[in-house]
């Protein structure tokens, strides 16, 4: 039997979330948006879960932000989901995320294609398991031609390694005398890192009250407004992401000038 007052509510919800979106659109709304997806883990401790039901729900949550985050005009969504010292984790953990991508996107390609999401991933292809790498490349292939959202995967992504590796290309390529050094500048070498078709991120969420960057887009982030929140990334709603980019467009970004 349809419960009548959980159907009135939800209803009830849905109105004032769209009359939210329709107010903040009114202001200049973050371009690019990078969250570090926290507090899994702990989520799933306080109701005696095994971790991986945490990252199951973490994942839930991943189709609402990025659902709104399209509907509110963000061009770029970059969300940390594995990071090169997440190798860490014990093995059955690490199965697991390895395997979320192709669960994500089993169960959500097809609204993500309708609502033209472009899938995109950053990070070392090489050391993730082929069945991993291959879910994100279809997804990618099968939404390439949407202009919607992009939606930035960073799996197996570290910073310091990503600037190392652009520091290595950017020697070879003066020696072999495709790059002049007295050309190198901060839009050059940004062109070799792994963000390079992307703008810098305008708003930073954390999740799960750690504040701290995690090895997480160090050289992108130079600019970026950061906002922390002690809310476990598996509660993490619409309204948090909605109260993040209001807080935004509250700051003043002034890059150094007055
Ligand atoms: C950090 O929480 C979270 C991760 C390392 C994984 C994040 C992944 C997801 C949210 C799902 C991603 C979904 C897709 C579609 C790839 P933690 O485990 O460190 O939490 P804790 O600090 O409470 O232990």
């Given at each position: 039997m349809l419960d009548k007052r959980k159907f009135w509510k939800k209803q009830d919800e849905s109105y004032e979330l769209q009359d939210q979106i329709i107010s903040i659109k009114k202001q200049p709304v973050p371009s690019h948006i990078a969250i570090i997806m926290d507090g899994n883990g702990r989520w799933a401790k306080k109701r005696a879960l095994p971790r991986i039901a945490g990252h199951h729900e973490g994942m839930k949550v991943v189709r609402k932000i990025t659902k709104l985050a399209n509907e509110l005009g963000v061009k770029t969504l970059t969300l940390y989901?594995?990071?090169?010292?997440?190798?860490?984790?014990?093995k059955m953990e690490v199965d697991y995320l390895m395997k979320l991508p192709e669960e994500f996107l089993g169960s959500f390609l097809p609204e993500l294609i309708e609502e033209n999401v472009r899938v995109e991933m950053m990070g070392y292809?090489?050391?993730?398991?082929s069945h991993t790498v291959n879910a994100v490349e279809k997804a990618m292939r099968d939404t390439?031609?949407?202009?919607?959202l992009v939606l930035n995967f960073a799996l197996n992504y570290g910073s310091r390694s990503e600037i190392l590796d652009a520091v290595k290309s950017v020697l070879n390529d003066c020696k072999s005398g495709i790059?002049?050094?007295?050309?190198?500048?901060e839009e050059v070498f940004s062109s070799?890192?792994?963000?390079?078709k992307h703008e810098d991120p305008d708003l930073l969420i954390r999740t799960s009250g750690e504040i701290r960057l995690?090895?997480?887009?160090l050289w992108q982030l130079a600019y970026t407004e950061f906002w922390f929140t002690e809310v476990l990334w598996p509660d993490f709603s619409e309204k948090h992401l909605i109260e993040a980019v209001r807080e935004f467009q509250n700051r003043q970004r002034r890059f150094g000038g007055v």
């Open positions: 989901a594995f990071s090169t010292e997440n190798w860490k984790r014990p292809r090489d050391s993730l398991p390439q031609n949407n202009n919607g790059l002049n050094e007295n050309e190198l500048n070799y890192l792994m963000t390079s995690s090895n997480f887009m």
